[in-house]
């Protein structure tokens, strides 16, 4: 079995190394970039009004949907908000040295216009259920959005995506998380990572079971009391090491384009090497361009598409440009990218390290676990819906009880297998999802920017009348 486990992780590095991580690098910023350039830096100018939306100050009343838009949003931001924060960052810094964080800044940052993109026409192609629930997510822009453009050919990639979603669920949102979580326990607390991996399987199956609006209740408490307690213990760390956060911005920025030389037990990187681990865990952190949160967005309650992307690409800042920025710097600040540790026992040790100027010892890892453990645990039941919706597409209502025990199974694999083949894993089946996907967001950049127009001079109309 271990031998069959090392063909398989190095036919998977293999790809990644020479396939994969290359075709993400090419397509996923230039993609970003152009659009920002069809829509005008949105990201910048509609920030107020996102923020105006999903205080509710536009509810649509009567429109059809499961749910509210700070719902949406935080389903969506729990599915992203997760690892990728903690441990991906740490891995990021730890394969690509400091400087790749900023590239992990640069795919936020067009992250957002993506995510606005791939959100508005995931509302404007969704589909209502018998049940009266709502699917929708690439896999439907793909089939009905692109018909007339690549004729059967769209309904071919929309299988791809949606088939790539069940393995990125088993693989992104789920194995990655209880990998995490298992590891966090066992470093901390020293439980075996099997007694973590059933406690965690029977806790997830019982909130999936009960589908996006039980999903959609658990987040939008999760999500908001998750972020504080981490960014809380983030930020006293760096106020405690103020006076390092110039240099550390330095560092980041000087080394994104020259690598870093080795030191301490860091073995060095080539800026190539900076490139393309910020760019992959970037994109493993905000999964803007992957495809994945349209699916939760495509449930809000709301007439216009384009009103939905406005909230969606605040998940990139708050994930990727704050919460991600802040791990980076404690890393840096501390000296703890020097230390030949990889993932989360890197923040641990940055953490701890950050509270010891305060006279505080041993308690940085209980924060990680106790932080990682509400992260990962939201990521896990949101993706679960994910998955079940490309279930859903490809078979029908019938298989989603059958998906959400074989989840619950991968829960449990990602608990107690090794860190690397698990994110090598990862890394792959994000390819998977997001090159189909950047595909059709380009075929469907007019229709992006007409639902755009569209929606913005309507507002302007209703400000006149108001």
Known sequence: MDNLLTIIDNLIQAYNNYIGGYLILFMLIPTGIYFIYKLGFLNITKLGHSVNVIRGKYDSK?????????????TALSATVGTGNIVGVALAIYLGGPGAVFWIWVTGFLGMMLKYAEVTLAHKYRKFNSDGT???GPMYYMEFGLKDKIGKWAKVLAVIFASATIL???????????????DAMFTSYQIPTWISGLAITFLVLLVVIGGIKRIADVTSRLVPIMAVIYLLATVAVLVGMHDQIPAAFSMIISDAFTGTAAVGGFVGSTFIMT?????????FSNEAGQGSAPIAHAAARTGFPAREGIVALLEPLIDTLIICTMTALMIVVTGAWKLDVPGVA???????TGLHHFGIDGLGGHIIATGLLLFAFSTIISWSYYG??????LIGEKAVKPYLYL????????SVWGLEIVWHFVDMVITFMTIPNLIALLLLAPVVVSETKNYFKYMETVKKNA
């Not at 009567?62 to 935080?74: C, I, M, Q, R």
């Not at 989840?407 to 990602?414: A, K, R, W």
């Open 134 to 136: 709502v699917s929708g």
């Open 62 to 74: 009567g429109a059809e949907g499961d749910v509210n838009h700070f719902k949406a949003l935080t």
């Open 275 to 283: 490139l393309i681990w910020g760019v992959r865990r970037g994109l």
């Open 388 to 393: 079940s919706r490309a279930a859903i597409y």
């Open 407 to 414: 989840y619950g199974l991968f829960v449990f694999f990602g």
């Open 346 to 352: 890197m923040t641990v040790d940055a953490m701890n």
């Open 168 to 182: 990125c669920s088993l693989g992104t949102g789920n194995m990655a998380q209880s990998n995490s979580m298992s």
